[in-house]
């Protein structure tokens, strides 16, 4: 652990040192290449925050409605058939939107059950090895005014069906009773 | 695609809500997230334009043009309709080291500009090339090999070893990426 939280610290002040000192070593003029990118980096980010917008505040609507809650319900009978833990699902669920917004149910399940409970552990494993789809597809194709996405959805969906499966089945092999 | 789900979604929760009684909070719901969208926003300005702004030094510098040569097998067999040397190689290859990284805000804009770069290549504008697909699959698999967010969520609710989880998500990882490619592939060959 202290290994990795090492690593986690120096990254980003390794970043600047390894990038500064090779970009000063090919003789760029680093302060303004620096500002052109920065302009570049506004310009994408209010292209994104429309969609940004729209998906959080849908996913929050979604939240106080119960609306997540009665989709447990309905989905529990199977979840608990494939020995998914129906607490598991609105994150799975939010996760798949937004990844901000799963962040939220993600520390009430740790709250609940902590973080080293089975729940704690399948979470812990099951968010690391998924994407945000919505999001992050709604936002680039967005760019580049593709309506046509063709099999782009149903890809990332099966690859994090994997993930979710691969996550359980890990889960119950290393940690299960 | 995302008319049906966004319209849905809030559709379906003010239905509920009705139901539920929960109607008031969807009120409230709606007008904190608005302002919490905004806020994350100005958070992601400021993240997204600090990490663009190295990324330029080093792109000016060549930097990511011997990261993707590095790479380049690897992109040719993923892309195969993407000459070689062309930019959105280059983007392709930042986009996939950010990722790996758990750079996630930093992957961003290489990500959007790998997809202008393969609109540049596609014949129909209107809809996804062969070599989008195959992107944005990869990119959706979760390549992020150390869950860093996690790490420090699971410390923080005082887990006994919160980086016990690092193997099993590195192995969980590997198997959504190495499905979504073997999906994008298969796909690749049936579709016309």
């Known amino acids: 652990m202290r290994v990795i939280n090492m690593i986690s610290d120096l990254m980003i002040p390794l970043i600047f040192v390894g990038i500064i000192t090779y970009g000063l070593a090919k003789r760029v003029n680093v302060f ?24 959080v505040v849908a996913v929050g609507i979604l939240r106080a409605s119960g609306a997540l809650e009665l989709i447990t319900m309905v989905l529990s009978p199977f979840s608990e058939w494939v020995h998914f833990p129906p607490s598991l699902i609105p994150i799975a669920l939010t996760k798949f939107v937004s990844s901000s917004a799963a962040t939220g149910l993600i520390l009430d399940l740790f709250k609940v059950f902590g973080p080293d409970s089975l729940e704690g552990r399948m979470t812990s494993i099951m968010i690391g090895s998924t994407e945000t789809i919505l999001y992050t597809m709604s936002v680039y ?10 099999y782009t959805l149903s890809g990332a969906i099966v690859s994090n069906l994997a993930g979710i499966a691969a996550s359980v089945v890990l889960t119950y092999i290393l940690f299960g009773a | 695609m995302l008319n049906k789900i966004w ?4 559709l379906l929760s003010v239905i509920v809500a009705a139901f539920t009684g929960n109607i008031g909070e969807v009120g409230t719901a709606a007008i904190t997230s608005s302002k919490e969208a905004i806020t994350l926003g100005l958070t992601l300005l400021g993240v997204i334009s600090l990490w663009t702004g190295l990324m330029r030094i080093g792109e000016d ?21 993407v000459p070689d040397d062309h930019p959105a190689q280059k983007h392709i290859a930042t986009n996939f080291i950010a990722n790996l990284l758990g750079l996630g805000w930093a992957a961003t804009p290489p990500g959007l500009e790998a997809m202008k770069s393969l609109q540049t290549l596609n014949p129909d504008k209107q809809r996804a090339s ?3 697909c195959t992107f944005m699959i990869v990119n959706m698999s979760s390549l992020q090999l150390i869950p860093i967010n996690m790490l420090a969520y699971r410390a923080q609710y005082g887990s006994a070893n919160p ?15 190495l499905v979504g490619v073997a999906f994008a592939k298969i796909m690749e060959r049936v579709v016309r």
């Open chain 1, 32 to 55: 303004e290449s620096f500002l052109e990118g920065v302009m570049d980096g506004f310009q994408v980010v209010v292209k994104i925050l429309p969609t940004f917008l729209g998906l």
């Open chain 2, 130 to 132: 062969k070599a989008m």
């Open chain 2, 7 to 10: 319209s849905g979604m809030i």
């Open chain 2, 163 to 177: 980086s016990e989880i690092v193997g099993p998500a590195i192995l969980a990882t590997l198997i959504s990426t």
């Open chain 1, 141 to 150: 194709f967005m760019v580049i005014k593709v309506k046509d996405t063709r």
């Open chain 2, 61 to 81: 510098a060549g930097m990511m043009d011997g990261l993707a040569k590095k790479m380049k097998p690897l992109l040719r067999w993923l892309f195969p309709d």
